[in-house]
């Protein structure tokens, strides 16, 4: 593992040179991994971007026991999170909890088996499944895809109630806005080229519909040679604190009281011309022999204690069926 001014220098190194490689930076931005495709092994690290996969047998009857934290806890976190909005110290963050669960599958097999555009596993330590991009690079151009908003697609008419959510809206509309802000810092004309699009997501027991925007901006000719500086000014992602930013994660390390550790990071590969990226989340940790799904949701004015508690239990699922 590097810290961050090593990992900066060494993706500057191998964009600059044009030469490929990986990358994995955990949410405080302590550890991370910088390497070469060849040496991911040696890390013990796997990874898949939008593979297609056929489906196995054993997708068929895959058990998910959840032992999420008791309401009481979720609501004690809540409050504190609630206060701060009130206060005006905050006026969206992204709340989370760990949640123990019990599967007959091991973090190789949930690997193997998920679909998603974003696959990633840290041998014996975690295994992700993201649907969220972070950022992507290509020709001079930066894009971001920030997700906010999730709900069943069984609901009757889910994709008109999720996209006309007051609380759902503002949230989103926060979030695009503290992404132009920091894609601003390294690129210019920044502006929103899709805004609230539907992704569909395929669960082990549902389907789930998420909302997502696009934002663009023009980066400089030698930005190659400026990689790890460009992605670290991104971080942490914006659609997993919060904003304002910097005041917002240090409301949520007091709110949690838990390490998210890698959960809520990013993973990244840059192929010599372009760069790809995604956040941590759906997300399976390994912690003393025992499984923690983390998950959880954005707070604002609007939020409702037992709605946002719902919605933490309901990104409890790994992407198989």
Same mark, same amino acid.
């Given at each position: 593992?590097? *810290?961050?001014?090593?990992?900066?220098?060494?993706?500057?190194? @191998?964009?600059?040179?044009?030469?490929?490689?990986?990358?994995?930076?955990?949410?405080?931005?302590?550890?991370?991994?910088? *390497?070469?495709?060849?040496?991911?092994? /040696?890390? $013990?690290?796997?990874?898949?971007?939008?593979?297609?996969?056929?489906?196995?047998? #054993?997708?068929?009857?895959?058990?998910?026991?959840?032992?999420?934290? +008791?309401?009481?806890?979720?609501?004690?976190?809540?409050? &504190?999170?609630?206060?701060?909005?009130? %206060? $005006?110290?905050?006026?969206?963050?992204?709340?989370?909890?760990?949640?123990?669960?019990?599967?007959?599958?091991?973090?190789?097999?949930? @690997?193997?088996?998920?679909?998603? /555009? @974003?696959?990633?596993?840290?041998? %014996?330590?975690?295994?992700?499944?993201?649907?969220?991009?972070?950022?992507?690079?290509?020709?001079?151009?930066?894009?971001?895809?920030?997700?906010?908003?999730?709900?069943?697609? +069984?609901?009757?008419?889910?994709?008109?109630?999720?996209?006309?959510?007051?609380?759902?809206?503002?949230?989103?509309?926060?979030?695009?806005? #503290?992404?132009?802000?920091?894609? +601003?810092?390294?690129?210019?004309?920044?502006?929103?080229? /899709?805004?609230?699009?539907?992704? &569909?997501?395929?669960?082990?027991?549902?389907?789930?519909?998420?909302?997502?925007?696009?934002?663009?901006?023009?980066?400089?000719?030698?930005?190659?040679?400026? #990689?790890?500086?460009?992605?670290?000014?991104?971080?942490?992602?914006? +659609?997993?604190?919060?904003?304002?930013? !910097?005041?917002?994660?240090?409301?949520?390390?007091?709110?949690?009281?838990? !390490?998210? $550790?890698?959960?809520?990071?990013?993973?990244?590969?840059?192929?010599?011309?372009?760069?790809?990226?995604?956040?941590?989340?759906?997300?399976?940790?390994?912690?003393?022999? /025992?499984?923690?799904? !983390?998950?959880? $949701?954005?707070?604002?004015?609007?939020?409702?204690?037992?709605?946002? @508690?719902?919605?933490?239990? !309901?990104?409890?699922?790994?992407?198989?069926?």
């Amino acid at each position: 593992m590097k *810290c961050k001014s090593e990992a900066i220098k060494l993706m500057n190194m @191998y964009g600059g040179a044009s030469e490929p490689f990986v990358f994995l930076i955990d949410f405080d931005m302590n550890n991370t991994i910088v *390497c070469k495709p060849e040496e991911a092994d /040696k890390f $013990g690290l796997k990874y898949s971007i939008n593979e297609k996969q056929e489906r196995d047998a #054993l997708s068929e009857n895959i058990k998910l026991e959840k032992f999420p934290p +008791s309401f009481g806890d979720y609501k004690k976190a809540f409050d &504190i999170v609630f206060k701060e909005i009130y %206060d $005006g110290n905050t006026y969206l963050l992204n709340l989370t909890f760990p949640t123990l669960i019990k599967t007959d599958l091991s973090l190789d097999q949930i @690997y193997e088996l998920s679909r998603a /555009k @974003y696959k990633i596993l840290l041998k %014996d330590r975690f295994v992700c499944f993201s649907p969220e991009i972070f950022v992507k690079i290509k020709d001079d151009k930066i894009s971001s895809y920030p997700m906010k908003g999730t709900i069943d697609a +069984s609901i009757p008419n889910a994709e008109e109630l999720i996209l006309s959510d007051e609380k759902e809206t503002a949230e989103h509309n926060t979030i695009v806005d #503290l992404i132009r802000n920091d894609l +601003s810092i390294t690129a210019k004309n920044v502006r929103v080229e /899709k805004f609230r699009y539907i992704d &569909i997501i395929e669960t082990h027991d549902k389907t789930l519909l998420q909302v997502s925007s696009e934002i663009t901006g023009e980066l400089p000719p030698d930005y190659k040679r400026r #990689l790890g500086d460009i992605i670290f000014s991104l971080l942490p992602a914006g +659609s997993v604190t919060g904003a304002p930013k !910097k005041r917002t994660v240090d409301i949520i390390k007091r709110a949690e009281n838990y !390490k998210r $550790g890698f959960y809520t990071g990013i993973f990244g590969i840059f192929d010599g011309e372009s760069l790809d990226s995604c956040v941590l989340i759906r997300f399976i940790e390994s912690i003393d022999g /025992k499984l923690f799904y !983390k998950s959880g $949701g954005g707070i604002t004015h609007l939020s409702n204690v037992e709605s946002e @508690y719902e919605e933490l239990l !309901k990104k409890i699922y790994v992407p198989i069926n």
